[in-house]
């Protein structure tokens, strides 16, 4: 065990020292991106010029006081529904004052898609111009949902504490954890300018060695094997989408990356391994899963037996996964479904086939990463028996004191 426990060691070193190798350099813009940059600045610099010359615009919050019954307006060929509201700023300099404007609840030009209605009490978020003639006006864009989200976190963490007691905080350390790699690490690096793949693996296997240390009090054969079991799906998930992702001539271009690429003018995100690096982190939580089910099951198993060999174990262990590889496939099957439902449907509302959705980028972006993640939970299951079963090989077991008594002799034959 101490063998196991230097290895471990030892590999969290090394992924640590990858780490700071890839972080520890600042990028260096070159001279014609600087003067790049410097250009863009002084254009940005003199259009805000002329922006503040016409017109001041402040974001903050307020609180609806009082509303009206909608009403529909026409604007020449446009027709929205709006709701006269009073709002009361509750942030920033113009604090305690009250404005009347309409909130629009069109989101189309035929006005299938509504937003809700506001009541009295809501926070919306507001924008107050100040034009040059010092006339202030306010416009409600949205209702403000970060305290329901923080709401439904905190209900979140109390039932996994309730639910799970003393292993439940630890799996929340553990979900800790992984938010401040995910964020930290993965995203950050990107932003930065680091190598998304490279980035994607480390923090995938900072992720499965934390977690699982975590969760399992410590080192030992079991967390060994869920850890080293969940990186092999989760490589082989990023290996396979890799071919696949090459063969179908993905480019990564989304709505979501189009956007990115006009707003990010300091750099120039490598799209195609951006693709690569969220199929590993949306297969990675499967693979954990399983790897970790596969591990614990087999773990007691050796305990309630100790004398199992390991091809018992080894099938013992892919018996156990064929019936989680069910249920795991069809969860990451049907979320990426559930993600790009919406999407299938325009397909469809434009009386397009099956062949030609399919052909659709944007569609293989969520069937290659759902299968080939779908694939990754697979393999887990064989990596992780496989590893478990070498770890815990037959050993002779010799008792102290024999049961069996022949002719007045002892035998420690067993």
Known sequence: ????????????????????????????????????????????????????????????????????????VVTGTVKDKVQPVVVEITEGDYIGEEFSTDYVLTYDMEGKILAYELEVGDKVSVQIVEDYDGNISATVLDVVRAPYIFGLSILFLLSIVLVGGKKGIKAILGLVLTILLIYFVMIKGIYRGADAIKNAIITAALIIIGTFIIIGNGINKKILTAALGTLGGVLSAGII??????????????????????????????????LFAGIIVSALGACMDVGMSIASSLDEIKKKNPDITWKELLKSGMNIGRDVIGTMTNTLILAYVGSSLTLILLFMACEMNIYEILNKETI???????????????????????????????????????????????????
């Open 364 to 414: 293989a972006e969520e069937i290659i990463p759902a299968i080939a993640g779908s694939i990754g939970v697979v393999f887990t299951v064989p990596i992780t028996s496989l590893i478990y079963s070498v770890l815990n090989k037959d050993k002779v077991i010799y008792e102290k004191t024999s049961k069996n008594k022949l002719d007045g002799k002892r035998s420690l034959k067993i």
């Open 1 to 72: 065990m101490k063998k196991i426990s230097v290895l471990l060691i030892v590999l969290f070193l090394i992924i640590s020292s990858c780490f700071v190798s890839v972080y520890a350099t600042e990028q260096t813009p070159s001279a014609s991106t600087e003067e790049a940059l410097s250009a863009a600045e002084a254009e940005n610099t003199a259009d805000s010029e002329l922006v503040e010359k016409d017109k001041n615009q402040i974001n903050t919050y307020g609180k609806i006081i009082e509303i009206g019954e909608v009403k529909e």
């Open 241 to 274: 989408s890799l071919i696949f992702n090459h063969m179908a001539k993905m480019t990564g271009a989304c709505e979501d990356a189009i956007q990115l690429s006009i707003n990010m003018t300091t750099m120039n995100f490598n799209f195609r391994d951006l």
